[in-house]
């Protein structure tokens, strides 16, 4: 991966948005220009695509495409020939998480203002836009990767759409949506709970995005599950932190209002083993995201440091 930064991870991660973005926004001007047909199409459709992009170039961090870009770098004998699929799989996991964010915003679920620092799609848009634009972002992502381009092998192109539809759906982040708010009601939520919860909302989608890499660059069955288990230590060590930053994060850098976990009787580390408790769990999974690693030696410095970053973020 380029190196845009004296900081080789930052400069990883920069350079992953940069191509991220650039396939993004390929990928949606030229599903846009489909659309309008005619001038009573013209309204809806263009409100519809303008609500996608707004919901994907709002300044995130493409955490998620770098995972899949840095853990195809690690399985690929010859990175470069893979990159072009890769960034059709990175696009498709930012689609997917862009969607949950948008519809995890809305007034049904958390009922957020700001995301990103900016108003939410719903607060931007309509609430029936915002739900609209999610679905077509999330069913965007399986076209993504369902065509040829993304790779000319169909056995790895069906691994590939059924391992995003089983992260994201109602075996993965949907099942931990429903999880998050079953939670409000139940008065005493064991460490086990939470950690299915945060395994399923955020861990299925993280570890995916692991898995996807390996998958693209033609990776054997135990360094996918290396970078699998990886990605399981890495989710749960993201929510952790997110869940840390909700407490004593700047609502500023983090872009979005803070101390809501707490109000809205959320299943966290903090609620059961307060700050100092969740920080050791944050340390734990840390450690264990690294042993993952051992498989690959010196090539997966990248991802150690990405659990480094997860690891003391601030945003
Ligand atoms: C609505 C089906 C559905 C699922 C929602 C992702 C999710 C499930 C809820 C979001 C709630 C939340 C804030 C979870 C914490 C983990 C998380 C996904 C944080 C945001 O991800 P970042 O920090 O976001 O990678 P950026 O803005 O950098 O893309």
């Known amino acids: 991966m380029a190196n845009i930064s004296p900081d080789p991870f930052a400069g990883a991660l920069g350079a992953a948005a940069q191509a991220t973005d650039a396939t993004l926004a390929a990928l949606i ?3 846009a220009a489909g659309f309008p047909r005619g001038a009573a199409e013209a309204a809806g459709a263009v409100r519809l695509w303008d609500a996608m992009r707004y919901a994907l170039f709002a300044g995130g961090k493409r955490l998620r495409p770098f995972l899949v870009l840095a853990a ?3 399985c690929a004998t010859d990175p470069a020939s893979v990159r072009p699929g890769a960034l059709r799989v990175a696009a498709a996991l930012e689609l997917v998480h862009c969607y949950s964010l948008v519809h995890d915003d809305l007034p049904a679920m958390d009922d957020d203002d700001l995301r990103r620092g900016q108003p939410t799609v719903h607060r931007k848009f309509d609430e029936a836009t915002a739900i609209l634009a999610g679905d077509a972002l999330l069913t965007l992502a399986f076209e993504v990767l369902a065509d040829t381009a993304t790779h000319t092998d ?3 192109r069906a691994a590939l759409v059924a391992g995003l539809a089983k992260g994201a759906g109602a075996a993965g982040m949907v099942a931990g949506q429903a999880l998050d708010l ?3 009601d139940i008065a005493d939520p064991s460490a086990g709970f939470v950690r299915r919860v945060q395994a399923l909302k955020t861990g299925a989608l993280i570890a995916f995005s692991c898995e996807a890499g390996a998958r693209i660059a033609g ?3 135990a360094a996918i599950a290396a970078l699998g288990a990886y990605g399981d230590h890495l989710g749960a060590l993201f929510q ?3 869940d840390l930053l909700d407490v004593e994060g700047d609502a500023a850098a983090v872009g979005k209002a803070l101390g809501k976990d707490a109000d809205q009787g959320k299943a966290t580390f903090v609620a059961l083993l307060g700050v100092d408790g969740a920080r050791r769990e944050a340390r734990d999974r840390h450690g264990m995201a690294l042993e993952s690693l ?4 010196k090539k997966a410095e990248l991802l150690g440091a990405a659990a480094d970053f997860v690891l003391h973020r601030r945003a």
Not at 294 to 297: A, E, K, S
């Open 294 to 297: 051992d498989l690959f030696g």
């Open 29 to 31: 001007d030229a599903g």
């Open 219 to 221: 990776a054997d069955a």
């Open 240 to 242: 952790i932190t997110d």
């Open 72 to 74: 195809a770098d690690v």
């Open 182 to 184: 079953a939670a409000a």
């Open 154 to 156: 169909g056995a790895v």
